[in-house]
Every structure is written in structure tokens, then in C-alpha cells.
């Protein structure tokens, strides 16, 4: 059964118009990242939240913002989708990661 | 000092030949350190890991040997099939002070490729 699961699997946003990524997770873990993974990189933390408490990167641009209502699932802003942040989108809890949301930027 | 140095970068294998895949770090903090295997279009998924305090893990094919002196530890796959074809990232993490969350440094991944 899949524990961290993230919706949409695939989207597709213009440039400059704001997209909210989803993840829920089943395993009622504190802990829940957000990654950025672009092609042939290792993924990269944007931020995390433990419990209600959010933890930003230093390096994360201001145009990712994320939301966590409570302990199963979490959001993540990007309030002007650039070219550059075309990118698999990574949800995880603890050492469990989703499948990836695909972001594409048109 | 956060870094987590990942060799080789590509690596492909005869099928039943053994997967070698090598990583070191700097920070004597880190106390735990899984590999991820990942495959296209997939997110990342916990293969094995390691604490510091052993030098070898095995879980079926799959052994992590540790050094912890040199600092270093790697992935060994044994009897490599072409469905082990993908991407390995090794990682290291510090447990947070109370109340904050462990935190994962990445090696730069190898992509495995193994022939059939």
C-alpha cells in the first residue's frame, strides 16, 4: 500500500501562473520534505516541516511556499512557476519518498 | 564538511557480475546512511542502510560495507540482473537536536546500467 502518495503524478502549468503539488502520507510521521529533483541530479531539499514547525532551505526561492493543514498531508506553492523550475517534485516522510509529481513549464 | 562524494558516476555490468558503487563523506556527525535506488520517473526508494557502529549489512543481494575510519562506504550487488538498471544514490544524515528532523545529504548518483 502506498504511504506517501503525491497528486497530480503529472502537471502542466504556464509560465508564471501558480500550481499547488499535494502529498499525503499514511505512516503519521512528524516529519514531511519537499525535494526538487531535476534530470540526472540528486535531489534537492527545499524545506521540511517537523510537526507544524516549518524549516526553509537557505537556498530555496521565495517563490516556493508550502502549507502542511495537519499531520497527513502537505503542499507545495510555487507562486510563479518559472522555466527553471520544470523539475520531478518529491514528497517524503522520514526515509519514505512519493512517486514524484512532474512539473512542466510552458 | 556536508558533502557525501559518490564514485563512479556511470557503471554498467554484465548480467551475474557484481555492482560496485563507492561513497565518502567528511562529517564524522553522520550516524546514518541509507541507498536509494531510483528508476525513471519514479521517486527514490530505500534499498538498505547502515549505522555506524557495524561494518557490513546484507539483505539479500544487496551489502553495504562501512569503513568508518576511512570514512567511507559502499554498495556491493551481487549477481547483478538487468532489472537492477537504474539510478543509486548513497546518503548520509545527522539526527536533529530535539524536536528537529534528520536531515539527508545525497551523493551525486551512479546510473547502473546491466547488460543482459
Known amino acids: 500500500d502506498a504511504m506517501v502518495i503525491q497528486n497530480p503524478r503529472y502537471q502542466v502549468t504556464q509560465f508564471g501562473k501558480p500550481v499547488t503539488l499535494s502529498c499525503s502520507q499514511t505512516l503519521n510521521h512528524n516529519v514531511m520534505y519537499w525535494y526538487q529533483q531535476k534530470s540526472s541530479q540528486a535531489p534537492k531539499l527545499l524545506f521540511h516541516y517537523y510537526d507544524k514547525d516549518f524549516n526553509n532551505e537557505a537556498d530555496t526561492p521565495d517563490n516556493f511556499q508550502s502549507r502542511r493543514p495537519n499531520t497527513s498531508f502537505c503542499f507545495l506553492d510555487i507562486r510563479s512557476p518559472g522555466l527553471g523550475d520544470a523539475a520531478m517534485y518529491l514528497c517524503?516522510?522520514?526515509?519514505?519518498f512519493g512517486p514524484g509529481t512532474r512539473l512542466t513549464v510552458l | 564538511q556536508q558533502q557525501v562524494k559518490q564514485s563512479p558516476q556511470s557503471l554498467i555490468v554484465q548480467k551475474g557480475g557484481i555492482s560496485i558503487i563507492n561513497c565518502a563523506y567528511e562529517n564524522t556527525a553522520f550516524d546514518y546512511f541509507p541507498w536509494y535506488q531510483q528508476f525513471p520517473g519514479k521517486g527514490p526508494a530505500l534499498l538498505i542502510a547502515i549505522r555506524p557502529d557495524v561494518s557490513e549489512k546484507k539483505e539479500g543481494r544487496f551489502t553495504i560495507s562501512f569503513n568508518k575510519s576511512a570514512k567511507q562506504f559502499s554498495l556491493h550487488i551481487m549477481d547483478s540482473q538487468p532489472g537492477d538498471s537504474a539510478t543509486y544514490f548513497c546518503a548520509a544524515s545527522i539526527k536533529g537536536a530535539s524536536g528537529s528532523a534528520r536531515q539527508l545529504t545525497f551523493g551525486s548518483g551512479t546510473q547502473l546500467t546491466v547488460l543482459p
Open positions: 517524503a516522510t522520514e526515509q519514505f
